[in-house]
């Protein structure tokens, strides 16, 4: 008798798995990912064989006749980098277990494409209290408000409508009231001159505030969704959150505040990557995308953004070039001169922004409080984001380390993560130092180890084939990396049947229940 058989195999193992998906016994379930967007291209179609049997029920030789092929299916190629992919797991999870994080995750593309070329995640089991690799797509499901990070927005939208500009100065004083909340800085200060350079810098909670209270709560909030939030990008997988972008109507007295400083409206770690995009993009919005290509049996091969439900490469203008351009400068300015200081790569310029964020409780332990967990503290979100080099930008990196260490910042939690994930993806992608006096001595170190090879075993399906799903980008070669064989972050896959208010990238406050966030006070970055 002729039996259908099919067999799973993970030749890259664990990683990059929760990009791929996975399946339950009755199909695409929690985990599944660009496999279950994409089944219908996946999936083949079944053909027809007819035999004769002889009156024992044995087939007779060569009477099988195919009245109809069977027809494979699509091979579904990558964005992801199965060599990078691998060493950013690694990367992040030994900078999660430094932090005495719950679990983390890390994004890393291209921004001028859009294209990730790894997306990692990391939790502990709650049983063992092992770190290990997440098992869901947290970049794309689990919604922050990040803090700080957000930052980005009121400043780029107060420069744009001709508000501001990056040198325009304001009086900043310690602390700003706002109804019945009284926001401050994290680091205290007499009233103090400061140019809106020196505001993103320093993060200055007030001074932000200050900035976002000149183009009101209406023009932030459109501001916000042109940057991409409170709405899913299309990106291939089925997880994927929209955040929450409260109306302005629903807006309190306070909430503009809450929102400037990142602590109203929540995010993924994808969200966040593609609106420091925009900046990097010179003020264009690009969506991120996972699929580079989808190759059908006939030798029809589609560009990723041609395919339903793949996402795509849609751009649109969020603001010109000419404020992408003082908002950049002020980006540098975190790195060169502000919380991100320690951070710096010599020959590779870079903007970025941190941020620290207290998390809500999971469950609810004091009646005012909605941060205070039940071991009777807050619990702390650390976030760096950025992208490099300035004048050619190759690179861009989220970094999200959930429940760390009391203490740590985002610059002393996260930026030691975005440090070694820049390190890595300009050695890996042979990025070429800006200021070739610097050069690039002392960068190019060990070169990234390869990702597990596993021998896949081969597979029929005399129904008709399934599909292929495959990982896209290779590193090219650079005399510090090794070549490395195989594709594919999954490789060939056979399927089968988110008070009182402080920061200077210390912690935010904001609304308790809509993601990860923070209120009061808390440590400075740097």
Known sequence: LLEDTSVRVHPAEESGLRIVGTLGPDGPGPGAGVERVLDEELTGSPGTLVVERGPSGDVIAGSEEMVSEPTAGATVRLTIDRNLQYEVERVLMRGAEKAGANGGIAVVGRPSTGELLAVAGVERDPETGQLGLARSAKAFSEAHQAGSVFKLVPVSAAIEQGE???????NVPPEIQLYDRTFSDSDPHPTTAMSVRDIVARSSNVGTIKIAQQIGAERLHTALADFGFGSRSGIANPAESAGLLPDPQDWNGPDIAASAIGTLQSATAVQLWAAYNVIANYGTYVSPRLVESVERADGTVLDGSEVEGAGGNATRRVVSAETAAQVQDALNAVITEGTGRSWAIPGFPAAAKTGTSRMPSPERADSEDGYIWPDGRYHYLNAFTGYLPLDDPQLSITVLLEDV??????????????????????RELGIAPQDSSTGATGLRAAPAAAAPATTVPSTTVPSGADGAVEGAEEAPDTPDTQDVEGTGSDGDVAREPAGRTTDGDGPEGGRAGAGS??????????
Do not use: C, K, Q, Y
Not at 164 to 170: H, N
Not at 408 to 422: D, I, N, Q, R, Y
């Open 405 to 426: 260490d009391s203490g740590l910042t985002g610059s002393s939690g996260a930026g030691p993560v975005f440090s070694e994930l820049a390190r890595l993806g300009i």
């Open 517 to 526: 966030t923070a209120r009061e006070g808390g440590p400075p970055d740097g």
């Open 164 to 170: 501001v500009d990056i040198d325009t100065v304001l």
